[in-house]
């Protein structure tokens, strides 16, 4: 593998406790991402939706009151864990976006939040290749990233040591991926970073597995 997944899980695990508690809330602000999110559960139809790359499980549990069933993947046993604590309203398992747990087929919708850089360049088509295979057919990802051309490596996260790299991303290039994967790309949106944010501008992209 190009990406040392190791690198990544550790820096989470690393900072679990702490992006719970500074992240946790962030969708109270966030009115773009919860109509969305709405979109997704809404065309799951009942079925079950995966949040990939979950981290410490908010967006899970918010589908989840919106009366969604939410299974959550994440690298970081420990985000797994707090996930778990704070949301028992969904499950959760730990697992690689380029291996997920689940079988072919068992999720009517997934979303990919911010997952997806830490991703090397190479690895995004086989990640959206795993996401289609996990899906049914008719089923919707959503996958949202910064946007950009630039890496950035982080030694040093809210006063921890970690080792993280985040690629921004441009969004034709994530579609063209998506594309390859198997997926029709139905809606690209781009938007300003809030004030309650990093100081990025954001890209998202809602495909359908034929």
Not at 4 to 29: F, K, M, N, P, Q
Not at 48 to 74: K, S, T, Y
Request: aromatic share 6%.
């Amino acid at each position: 593998m190009v990406n040392d997944h190791g690198r990544v899980r550790a820096s989470y695990d690393t900072v679990a406790e702490e992006y719970l508690g500074r992240i946790g809330g962030e969708l109270a602000h966030k009115v773009v991402d919860r109509a969305l999110l709405g979109a997704v559960v809404e065309e799951a139809a009942g079925g079950v939706v995966a949040d990939l790359g979950c981290g410490p499980g908010h967006v899970a549990g918010w589908m989840a009151g919106l009366g969604a069933q939410v299974v959550g993947i994440d690298l970081s046993s420990r985000m797994v864990e707090l996930a778990a604590r704070e949301h028992p309203g969904a499950a959760f398992r730990t697992g690689d976006l380029l291996a997920l747990p689940a079988a072919d087929g068992e999720f009517a919708a997934a979303v990919a939040l911010y997952s997806v850089i830490h991703l090397a360049p190479d690895e995004l088509l086989p990640a959206f290749t795993e996401m289609r295979r996990v899906l049914r057919p008719g089923g919707v990802l959503l996958v949202s990233f910064h946007l950009g051309a630039e890496v950035r490596q982080l030694d040093e996260w809210w006063g921890h040591r970690v080792d993280v790299d985040f690629h921004f991303l441009e969004t034709g290039a994530v579609a063209a991926r998506l594309t390859e994967a198997g997926f029709a790309v139905e809606v690209r949106l781009e938007r300003e970073g809030l004030p309650e944010e990093a100081d990025t501008r954001r890209g998202y992209l809602l495909a359908r597995r034929p």
